[in-house]
T-cell receptor, first 114, second 115 residues
């Protein structure tokens, strides 16, 4: 158990809909990351938050947004969903201080868009 | 640009064989960090090891060992006496000192250990 909690574990939704994925980081970790894993793109970094502020942005679509709340949990919002958004979405966390910290991943949220 | 290459897409071995998973990285930073993660069929990503660019010592943990060679920009992973439970996709990843800690992953190597 990595200590990173993600909900829901599985989600099936229709095209055009909006979903929210939730993440609780490990106790004491200030940084939260979101990654997308799809068959064709592999593991892609989407976005990072550190103590409530956006720190780095990767290949995140404009239809996607995220935020980190004062209690450090994070949410990834996916809207106007398309079939191609079907993927495994990982949340991860690290202490966020300095560089090179180990990043621990949650079990992922499987999103299927039909 | 930072890049990780895992040239082996899939490897299949018989139980008790040794197997080495290759990882080649590219970065211009002198301070960087290398990682291996395991993704079993259940889907979670499990951290295995972290190495910084200043520590080229090889590491052994049970049946797992890692060979870090800066001269060839490689960070290879060997499983000795493989077991069926080692069947998984293994990812090599890189972060660097000016990269906000985000990880760049290789495409992964799917290892199948047959009984």
């Amino acid at each position: 158990d990595s200590g990173v909690t993600q909900t829901p574990k599985h989600l099936i939704t229709a095209t055009g809909q909006r979903v929210t994925l939730r993440c609780s980081p490990r106790s004491g970790d200030l940084s939260v990351y979101w990654y997308q894993q799809s068959l064709d793109q592999g593991l892609q970094f989407l976005i990072q938050y550190y103590n409530g502020e956006e720190r780095a942005k990767g290949n995140i679509l404009e239809r996607f947004s995220a935020q980190q709340f004062p209690d450090l949990h994070s949410e990834l919002n996916l809207s106007s969903l398309e079939l191609g958004d079907s993927a495994l979405y990982f949340c991860a966390s690290s202490p966020g201080t300095g560089t090179g910290n180990t990043i621990y991943f949650g079990e992922g949220s499987w999103l299927t868009v039909v | 640009a930072q890049k990780v290459t895992q040239a082996q897409t899939e490897i299949s071995v018989v139980e008790k064989e040794d197997v080495t998973l290759d990882c080649v990285y590219e970065t211009r930073d002198t301070t960087y960090y290398l990682f291996w993660y395991k993704q079993p069929p259940s889907g979670e990503l499990v951290f295995l090891i972290r190495r910084n660019s200043f520590d080229e010592q090889n590491e052994i943990s049970g049946r797992y060992s890692w060979n870090f060679q800066k001269s060839t920009s490689s960070f290879n992973f060997t499983i000795t006496a493989s077991q069926v439970v080692d069947s998984a996709v293994y990812f090599c990843a890189l972060s660097w000192s000016r990269g906000s800690e985000k990880l760049v992953f290789g495409k992964g190597t799917k290892l199948t250990v047959n009984p």
